[in-house]
């Protein structure tokens, strides 16, 4: 019903960018709230960013607030995350998700569908 795959992911210097992308199968992406997390070895899942259905709303963690920013397309069922000014502690595996509720979430039990997972790691 929904696919999720995530894309963009690499090896990168400290200080420097990466845009990842989700792209999302199904004619109801445009209605889905959409969120990244992330998770590192040995830690938990984290929130890092979510946007609604419109676009019009977005929330991030703190820990990347003023450096990333989450977009979606819906005319091409895709969302972004472009990430700038990265850090070491970035380093860890992203994940596209949808929620049904049409909201940015902050929660990932909100979410109902996920992507594979994309591979950042970001060298000092």
């Known amino acids: 019903q929904v696919q999720l795959v995530e894309s963009g992911g690499g090896l990168v210097q400290a200080g420097g960018s990466l845009r990842l992308s989700c792209a999302a199968s199904?004619?109801?992406?445009?209605?889905?709230?959409m969120g990244w997390f992330r998770q590192a070895p040995g830690k938990e899942r984290e929130f890092v960013a979510a946007v609604s259905w419109s676009g019009g709303t977005t929330y991030y963690a703190d820990s990347v607030k003023g450096r990333f920013t989450i977009s979606r397309d819906n005319a091409k069922n895709t969302v972004y995350l472009q990430m700038n000014s990265l850090k070491p502690e970035d380093t860890a595996v992203y994940y596209c998700?949808?929620?049904?509720?049409?909201?940015?979430?902050?929660?990932?039990?909100?979410?109902?569908?996920w992507g594979q997972g994309t591979q950042v790691i970001v060298s000092s």
């Open positions: 998700a949808a929620n049904r509720f049409g909201w940015a979430k902050t929660k990932d039990n909100d979410y109902a569908y």
């Open positions: 199904g004619r109801l992406f445009s209605s889905y709230g």
